[in-house]
């Protein structure tokens, strides 16, 4: 039976984990702390800024845990990476359904700030497919059995992209 875990010898992963630990965390203190004044600034409700900033803190614990553990949990990889994906999806629903009404700065913060997470998102997902291609010895992990590698890439059309690019 196939390990569910990732050893420590996978330096994307790990790295991308700590990175976002670090760029969350400092995001989440700073719109914790600094809601008022950040507020007047992007116009964006204080109290939203300020709930966000304390949501994220307990999740960067949970990352930071994860990208310290000599085995990561593939389940909380991907748990990782679904909320990465929600924040971003949240991000643009937020500005497109109208819900606030941030000024060009406040939407540039919203924006950025999705982004960033996405990159993050795709670089978990491109370094837990290789930890399962390195400790596995196949394409990828368990949960992928049977589809078709083309299946596969469309599924995750932008993390392909992101990849390529990074390669150039």
């Keep these: 039976m196939a390990?569910?875990?990732l050893s420590r010898r996978i330096p994307l992963l790990?790295?991308?984990?700590?990175?976002?630990?670090?760029?969350?965390?400092a995001t989440g203190?700073?719109?914790?702390?600094?809601?008022?004044?950040?507020?007047?600034?992007?116009?964006?409700?204080?109290?939203?800024l300020r709930n966000a900033g304390l949501v994220?803190?307990?999740?960067?614990?949970?990352i930071a845990y994860l990208a310290t553990r000599e085995r990561m949990?593939?389940?909380?990889?991907?748990a990782v990476i679904l909320i990465n994906e929600l924040w971003v999806a949240a991000?643009?629903?937020?500005?497109?359904?109208?819900?606030?009404?941030?000024?060009?700065?406040?939407v540039t913060f919203v924006l950025f700030q999705a982004l960033?997470?996405?990159?993050?998102?795709?670089?978990?997902?491109?370094?837990v497919r290789d930890a399962g291609s390195a400790a596995q010895g196949r394409s990828f992990d368990r949960m992928?059995?049977?589809?078709?590698?083309r299946s596969r890439n469309a599924e995750w059309a932008p993390a392909i992209m992101i990849e390529r690019l990074i390669r150039i």
Excluded: H
Excluded at 91 to 103: D, E, K, M, T, Y
Excluded at 144 to 149: A, N, R
């Design 3 to 5: 390990k569910l875990t």
């Design 14 to 25: 790990r790295r991308a984990l700590l990175s976002e630990a670090v760029l969350t965390g």
């Design 29 to 48: 203190s700073l719109m914790f702390l600094g809601a008022g004044p950040l507020a007047d600034i992007l116009a964006l409700p204080a109290g939203m």
């Design 56 to 62: 994220l803190l307990p999740f960067v614990a949970c």
């Design 73 to 78: 949990p593939r389940a909380g990889i991907w």
């Design 91 to 106: 991000s643009i629903v937020l500005l497109l359904r109208g819900w606030v009404a941030p000024n060009g700065l406040g």
């Design 116 to 127: 960033v997470v996405a990159v993050f998102a795709t670089a978990q997902y491109i370094g």
């Design 144 to 149: 992928t059995d049977g589809l078709t590698p």
